[in-house]
């Protein structure tokens, strides 16, 4: 960004803006989303606070992963006893829900 310019010269400019950076010693960072996440393994983070705002940069290599809900008999069993649904109606909602069960007894009991 800027050529030329040492990291200590940057890091004192940066100070002069007011703005702090630090290394954060991370080990994993994991980004979830709806229905997947990203995991980066041995990422470089940076934190950077200005005007007590913080942004994160992080560097490294990432891999996304789906998130798979693995919902067991007894689950379905549990919420059908308490909604009176269908098997097919508890699953369809757990599905939705990624395996809450409070949240699709909620849902079911509307």
Do not use: C, Y
Not at 86 to 102: M, N, P, R, T
């Amino acid at each position: 960004m800027f050529g030329g310019v040492n990291p200590a010269q940057m890091k004192a400019m940066m100070s002069k803006m007011g703005i702090k950076q630090e290394e954060i010693d991370a080990v994993r960072v994991i980004i979830e989303k709806a229905d997947s996440r990203i995991v980066i393994e041995n990422p470089n983070v940076i934190k950077m606070t200005m005007q007590g705002q913080s942004n994160w940069q992080i560097t490294g290599e990432a891999k996304e992963e789906n998130l798979e809900v693995t919902i067991s008999k007894e689950d379905i069993n549990l919420v059908i006893e308490k909604t009176g649904k269908s098997e097919k109606e508890v699953k369809k909602a757990l599905d939705e829900v990624k395996g809450d069960i409070a949240e699709a007894i909620v849902r079911l009991s509307e």
